[in-house]
């Protein structure tokens, strides 16, 4: 490429990185770089063939303005030289010096770290080296990383070392490589970390190993990679680093540890942090991270969605020659079509890994748990969906014949249906609430009151006696609870250490159950909300429901397993097991005498309270089952799918009474009015439908929140019904007469 007449020297260049040019000259020379891809190849040769000296983008007079992404990508070389000294990797130990291990008695050893027998090394990056060894104490093997001897005696090393320790010691998740401890080799004095042996491969070497993963791959390692995001952002922590090569897979198992938590960061931290260095790895970072611009917990969504993307096309979602031209794509461009490189993957996850890639942390899905709970619903679906190859298929959905039609439109239509909803939401709002309009025609009337999002999405509610307390259950895993007389929470509730998926108050108010996929169960005593009684479960409990009497707790787990337990003595009395996906929704039948377990299989089970014998399977919806709920009198119960009907069945039979047809997606929630005349249900379209159940026809349809709707809930007098979701914020609904 010939040089323009208007390219600075080489040797201005040279001035601009070692910062020795006039402020003016900076700024001018910045703006050129941004649009000459010539000096960016010599600024490159420049900055990359020298030693780090030569770097020093930080000590600029000007900070560069926040759309020049070259610029911030010029800063990610800088760090990348400052603090990965040598990210090569280490298939032999001869490559590396071991002269910090101490010697050891037993020749099949490579030599010893403090009392640990080092076996062998497993590699060698960024700042420090992977041991494998035996702890002759515990008689297990560990692995230990070691702060790399050739940066032991830099200061900012340590204690970015021990800032690692810190940040994966204080997470506790069976997606998350543990850390045992962390000491420190006195004679040297190299600090090292004691960690969690995972016997398997990376997913980067699967990927290089297999190309695009099969569909059921793609949603369990991507499901479990969300849940362990979670669990780090639950402490507090945003990883920064999210990539294929930090996501290992346990060779027995095949569960996913994330590890590698070297740049993680407190949020309090990033928010305290001047815009300065990029930290992270071009091909999967964000946009936010890519412009030096601050940071949260959507950074880390970012990362997930271009790991998922990888999964499905078999590479990164942004390339290049070089890290600053993968930069520019990151920030400014969108990843190639999924379907243009794997037309097996299903519209719905191309749309779930397009709004995690949205350059707008806002615009993405606000939390990791969220993307775990959708992901292991259609894992549930589709693991369901392979016991039935004789229905049509596509892309790892199996829909009736009859719905061939629509599910070709798949795409277009649920991008159409988005829109419309979106811009029916914000002219609604804008305007006049009488503009909303049930099926019918009749005029949906705005709600009586909205309570203000303020801790992500809402995943349960449930009304005291009252009438005028509610209890919600939050994404960030604490409880709310509601004085809607006063419009004021009256008490917060730090419950879980993730999202608090299910809760219910017994029916006389005194007693709050919450469940987390922290495999604990916590009973409340309303009356103070302190000290709670704390069940323990084998597996994260997703669904609860208080019998009639509040004496015995039903619990669904995601291992498709359900129990009840005495709540006097906190004991599991009875085990129920017999669905083949995860338990999304649970009831007690109004005497008490039957339960009820809905699942991602497609299926709700009814069994005997007593003995846990099976009464009878209700079957018919085309996909996971998200809602159940029994009538005031016990004879029938209604069920919410991700099929986009409601049914309703008799309790007796198996019999289907009446399939309600009106929702535009998935049905996530139902809930009968406390007289029986009423079914409510609400989903995926942001929209609650109340039915009459006589006439089995749609009454009124309230519109108005902006995401999809977990849960609904009437009031004990029937005269109301909540609603809650996405947005985080909750809405009462006066029923019509």
């Known amino acids: 490429m010939n040089r323009d007449t208007t390219c600075p020297d080489p040797t201005r260049l040279r001035d601009l990185l070692q910062s020795e040019l006039p402020e003016h000259e900076q700024a001018a020379l910045i703006g050129h770089l941004d649009s000459c891809t010539c000096c960016q190849q010599s600024i490159e040769v420049l900055a990359t063939g020298g030693e780090p000296a030569l770097v020093h983008t930080s000590g600029l007079a000007i900070e560069p303005s926040a759309d020049s992404a070259y610029w911030h990508a010029l800063r990610q070389v800088e760090n990348d030289m400052n603090t990965r000294p040598d990210p090569r990797p280490v298939g032999d130990s001869r490559e590396l010096s071991l002269d910090f291990l101490s010697p050891t008695e037993n020749p099949e050893y490579l030599g010893r770290l403090g009392h640990f027998e080092v076996v062998e090394v497993i590699g060698r990056g960024g700042m420090g080296v992977v041991l494998r060894a035996f702890d002759p104490c515990l008689q297990r093997h560990v692995a230990l990383k070691v702060l790399d001897p050739e940066l032991a005696s830099n200061e900012l090393s340590r204690k970015r070392f021990c800032r690692e320790a810190r940040a994966a010691a204080a997470i506790t998740h069976e997606n998350v490589v543990a850390i045992h401890q962390v000491e420190i080799e006195e004679a040297r004095d190299l600090p090292f970390l004691v960690m969690q042996v995972v016997a398997g491969e990376s997913l ?36 920064r680093d999210i990539k294929p090569a930090n996501i290992l897979l346990e060779k027995v198992l095949d569960r996913v540890r994330i590890t590698d938590f070297g740049l993680a960061r ?7 942090t001047q815009t300065g260095f990029v930290a992270g790895t071009p091909l999967y970072m964000a946009p936010e991270q890519a412009r030096g611009e601050p940071m949260d917990h959507r950074t880390d969504l970012f990362s997930l ?31 190639p079509p999924i379907r243009e490189i794997n037309q097996n993957i299903p519209d719905w996850l191309v749309e779930v890994v397009e709004r995690l890639h949205a350059k707008k942390p806002e615009d993405r899905y606000q939390s990791a748990a969220e993307v775990a709970e959708l992901l292991n619903v259609r894992l549930a679906q589709y693991s369901a969906d392979e016991t039935q190859p004789e229905q049509e298929r596509s892309g790892g959905r199996i829909r009736p014949a009859s719905q061939s039609f629509r599910g070709r439109l798949g795409g277009w239509w649920q991008f159409l249906a988005g829109v419309l909803v979106g811009v029916a939401g914000m002219f609604c709002v804008a305007l006049l609430p009488t503009l909303f309009r049930s099926k019918t025609g009749e005029e949906g009337p705005a709600p009586v009151a909205t309570l203000p999002a303020s801790g992500g999405p809402i995943w349960r509610i449930s009304f005291a006696p009252d009438g005028d307390t509610l209890a919600t259950g939050m994404d960030d895993g604490t409880v709310r609870i509601w004085d809607l007389k006063e419009d004021r929470v009256r008490a917060t509730l730090n419950a879980h250490g993730g999202p608090v998926w299910s809760l219910a108050l017994t029916s006389d108010g005194t007693r709050l159950a919450t469940a987390s996929d922290d495999g604990l169960v916590k009973v409340w005593d309303t009356a103070t909300f302190r000290d709670p009684q704390v069940l323990k479960l084998d597996m994260g409990a997703r669904a609860l429901a208080f019998s009639p009497d509040g004496k015995r707790l039903l619990t669904g787990s995601r291992n498709g397993k359900a129990a009840i337990w005495d709540v006097g003595s906190g004991k599991e009395s009875v085990a129920i097991k017999g669905h083949k996906g995860i338990i999304v929704a649970v009831a007690f039948s109004p005497d008490g005498k039957t339960v009820a377990t809905a699942s991602g299989d497609k299926t709700v089970k009814l069994w005997d309270a007593v003995t846990a014998q099976e009464q009878v399977t209700l079957q018919g919806h085309q996909g996971g089952v998200y809602g159940v709920a029994f009538a005031p009198d016990g004879k029938t119960v209604a069920t919410g799918s991700w099929d986009r009907t409601v049914r309703v069945w008799d309790t007796s039979t198996g019999n289907q009474r009446a399939l309600l047809q009106g929702h535009s997606q998935d049905v996530w929630a139902v809930a009968f009015s406390p007289d029986g005349r009423v079914l409510a249900s609400a989903g995926e379209d942001r929209t609650v439908k109340l039915w009459d159940l006589a006439t089995e026809k749609e009454l009124i349809a309230f519109k108005g929140h902006t995401g999809t709707l977990y849960t609904i809930a009437f009031s004990h007098d029937g005269s109301r019904i909540a609603s809650a979701g996405r947005d985080g914020t909750v809405r009462l609904w006066r029923r019509p007469e």
Do not use: N, W
Not at 219 to 234: S, V
Not at 266 to 272: A, Y
Not at 324 to 331: D, E
């Open 204 to 239: 980067e070497q699967r990927l290089e190993r297999k190309g695009a993963l099969e569909f059921k791959e793609i949603l369990r390692i991507g499901a479990q990679t969300a849940l362990g995001l979670a669990a780090a952002h639950a402490r507090g922590l945003i990883h």
């Open 266 to 272: 407190t949020m309090e931290d990033v928010k305290l």
């Open 305 to 335: 969605g271009s790991v998922l993307y990888a999964m499905c096309t078999g590479k990164p979602p942004f390339s290049g020659s070089t890290p600053y031209a993968v930069l520019r794509q990151v920030t400014d461009d969108p990843a």
